[in-house]
């Protein structure tokens, strides 16, 4: 297992060619939000639009269309009990995040099956909270594409079968290798399993972050960091890090840490690491 360092940034965040445009960075569709959890997938999007993404469109229920719009008008928004929308838009993103704030009644399942019908292989897919949750207990089939599941320890405990007790890295690298996935087990010192089977952990992270939104901001900096930088491995590990090294310097003045605080700060914090 090795230590994540802030290496990490550097070698990702790089100044962005002057010769470039919104295409350049990347499309992220966002997939999440039902009529009780539309701040999931706004605190999503917001961070995938802070992260650098170049064109984000939010895929959720109609009645978060006016609070979407409020907190982030650089987002597309798409109801997304539209099967035919939902459907192209799914197949031409770079990155799709789905989950936060989905759900799991019948509903959230019809979403989740029209975007997994339509994912394709080259696609980068953050499938996280509501998702994995259904995944687990539907017995639902992978989709395509390069896969990157962001569970907290209860989360992964549906969807590998290992009580959080007995989440040991050999334990957890068994069923992960199964996947041929990429697992993000979010806890304090997340640990990232990779395909190859590389384990990495955050040496970071303070019970600051512990509030509600806080895995949904992080699903959003992941979409936004592998639809823009080619490297999605390292993008998945530099958008762990950041996560927690702003929430860090943030906690030193505060007692909790809000996951709009760190989103708002992903910017600035970029760009020190961008000319390194
Ligand atoms: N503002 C919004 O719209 C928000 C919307 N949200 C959305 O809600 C959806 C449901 O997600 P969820 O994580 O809230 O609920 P769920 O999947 O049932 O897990 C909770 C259960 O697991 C247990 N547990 C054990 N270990 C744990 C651990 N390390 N971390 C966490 N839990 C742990 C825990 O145990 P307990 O605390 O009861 O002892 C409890 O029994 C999802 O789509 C998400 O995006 C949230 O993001 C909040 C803000
Ligand atoms: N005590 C803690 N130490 C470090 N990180 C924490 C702590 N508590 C929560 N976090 C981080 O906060 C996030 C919580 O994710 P999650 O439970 O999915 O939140 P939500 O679904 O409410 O957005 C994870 O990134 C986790 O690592
Ligand atoms: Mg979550």
Known sequence: MQLLTDQIL??????????????TFGRVLLVGGNQNFGGAIIMATMAAVHAGAGLVTTATDAVNLGSLHAQVPEAMFVNYHDKVQLSNLTSEADTIVIGPGLGDDFRSQEVLATVFANTQPDQTVVIDGSAITMMAHQKITQPAG???????????????GIEIADQTTTNNLAVQQQLKATVVLKKHHTEIYEPTGQIYQLPLGTPAQATGGMGDTLAGIIGGFTAQFSDHQAAVLAAVYAHSAIA???????????????????????QRYANQ
């Open 10 to 23: 550097t070698h990702v965040i790089q100044p962005r060619p002057a010769n470039s445009y919104k295409g």
């Open 146 to 160: 390069h896969l990157i599941y962001t569970p907290h320890q209860m989360e992964w405990q549906r969807l590998s």
């Open 248 to 270: 860090e310097e943030l906690a030193e003045t505060r007692y909790v840490v809000l996951p709009h605080q760190i989103t708002e700060a992903l910017p600035a914090f970029m």
